[in-house]
Nanobody
């Protein structure tokens, strides 16, 4: 079973940048499409960005397109999310998982954007 550990969150001012990382255990990581998701209290977890197993194709929610970039390094079993031009509405706990999600969710990493 793949285990996921997210990191890289923090407090940043609007307009700033953060880079999130998701380290995955397990040899099968590289065969899965992966995604980043986020959740705020009282709301459903939502899709943010996705990437095919090869890294050749990426997908984004409309609210982050042009500001966020997803990438992966299969040799390191890691998925990244570069977040630029952050807005207060990007504040959430960010999670990674396969796309569609099939693994147990990690603890996530908190991103807080101040105005």
């Amino acid at each position: 079973q793949v285990q996921l550990v997210e990191s890289g969150g923090g407090l940043v001012q609007a307009g700033g940048s953060l880079r999130l990382s998701c380290a995955a255990s397990g040899r099968t990581f590289s065969t899965y499409a992966m995604g980043w998701f986020r959740q705020v209290p009282g709301k459903e977890r939502e899709f943010v960005a996705g990437i095919r197993w090869s890294g050749s194709t990426t997908y984004y929610a409309g609210s982050v397109k042009g500001r966020f970039t997803i990438s992966r390094d299969n040799a390191k079993n890691t998925v990244y999310l570069q977040m630029n031009s952050l807005k207060p509405e990007d504040t959430a706990v960010y999670y990674c998982n396969s796309r569609p999600p099939v693994f147990s969710w990690g603890q996530g990493t908190q991103v807080t954007v101040s105005s």
